[in-house]
Antibody
Framework: EVQLQESGPGLVKPSQSLSLTCSVT????????WGWIRKFPGNKMEWMGY???????SYNPSLKSRISITRDTSKNQFFLQLNSVTTEDTATYYC?????????????WGQGVMVTVSS | DVVMTQTPVSLSVSLGNQASISCRSS???????????LSWYLQKPGQSPQLLIY???NRFSGVSNRFSGSGSGTDFTLKISRVEPEDLGVYYC?????????FGSGTKLEIK
């Protein structure tokens, strides 16, 4: 069974970097595309970006100067780094898999990790 | 960015009745490859979002046939027939035709 699990600090200070790990079991990240999505307090959801099976990336232009998505295929993990965070980056962060048959949609999600940006 | 407008914001439905959620996009979601990359998700309380519908009208594996998606271009609808208690939560539409992909603002379904 495909499982994704986010991990990382729950509290980050303003101006610092947010770093999260998505650990995947039951499926290789060298297949499919893998995304990061966040949900802000309230209901707003934002697509942040993805990394592909080959390691190519695509980012939301609203974040482009601050975001980096990388991977470690040996550990079957991919990572999110968001630089120069502000309180507006406080959100629950999810990693998710793009389906193959369910084109351009997320068929498996992690449980999410809540990150608060505060001094 | 493509704006996805969901209505209503909240919906209170009696058990066994039908619920309908609208999602309108600011641009057509018909991709040049002929696909319409519109999906629907349900986020139940305390859980991650779960995929219900992809490519506007295809039900994801294991999803109840009480859920159906329809629409084209800029107008899409999710219908839930015979609402059950486990259907409560927040529903989102999501488009991936245009970059960046964008979500609707969510519709909260409550059971009356």
């Amino acid at each position: 069974e495909v499982q994704l699990q986010e991990s990382g600090p729950g509290l980050v200070k303003p101006s610092q970097s947010l770093s999260l790990t998505c650990s995947v079991t039951g499926y290789s990240i060298t297949s499919n595309y893998w995304g990061w999505i966040r949900k802000f307090p309230g209901n707003k959801m934002e697509w942040m970006g993805y990394i592909s099976y080959s390691g190519s990336t695509s980012y939301n232009p609203s974040l482009k100067s601050r975001i980096s998505i990388t991977r470690d295929t040996s550990k079957n993990q991919f990572f999110l780094q968001l630089n120069s965070v502000t309180t507006e980056d406080t959100a629950t962060y999810y990693c998710a898999r793009y389906g193959l048959t369910t084109v351009a949609s997320f068929d498996y999600w992690g449980q999410g990790v809540m990150v608060t940006v505060s001094s | 960015d493509v704006v996805m407008t969901q209505t209503p914001v909240s919906l209170s439905v009696s058990l066994g009745n039908q619920a309908s959620i609208s999602c309108r996009s600011s641009q057509s979601l018909l991709h040049s490859d002929g696909n319409t990359y519109l999906s629907w998700y349900l986020q139940k309380p305390g859980q991650s979002p779960q995929l219900l519908i992809y490519l506007a009208s295809n039900r994801f594996s294991g999803v109840s046939n009480r859920f159906s998606g329809s629409g084209s271009g800029t107008d899409f609808t999710l219908k839930i027939s015979r609402v059950e208690p486990e259907d409560l939560g927040v529903y989102y539409c999501f488009q991936h035709t245009h970059l960046p992909p964008t979500f609707g603002s969510g519709t909260k379904l409550e059971i009356k």
